[in-house]
Nanobody
């Protein structure tokens, strides 16, 4: 079982940048695909993007493509979300998750969730 802890959330101005981290514990971290999801107030949780277990393949929601970048460092058991040109509609609680594959994550087949970190965007 993998345990996940997000960090790096906070207040950012529209147009600014923020980097979120997701630290994992558990010896099998490197075998999981990972992803970021977010949930805005009054809205359902939606996917932001996924990364393969080797980190060589990524997939993004259209709303963040070209602005957000997901990466991972398996040696540090950490995944990152670099958020650039942040928009007011990016304001949400961001969750990281692990699953057996990117496809599985897209289907909601999640093995573990983090507790979430709040991103607030000021305009």
């Amino acid at each position: 079982q993998v345990q996940l802890v997000e960090s790096g959330g906070g207040l950012v101005q529209a147009g600014g940048s923020l980097r979120l981290s997701c630290a994992a514990s558990g010896r099998t971290f490197s075998t999981y695909a990972m992803g970021w999801f977010r949930q805005a107030p009054g809205k359902e949780r939606e996917f932001v993007g996924f990364i393969s277990w080797r980190g060589d393949t990524t997939y993004y929601a259209e709303s963040v493509k070209g602005r957000f970048t997901i990466s991972r460092d398996n040696a540090k058991s950490t995944m990152y979300l670099q958020m650039n040109n942040v928009k007011p509609e990016d304001m949400a609680i961001y969750f990281c998750a692990v699953g057996p594959s990117m496809y599985a994550l897209g289907r909601g087949d999640v093995d573990a969730w983090g507790q979430g970190t709040l991103v607030t965007v000021s305009s």
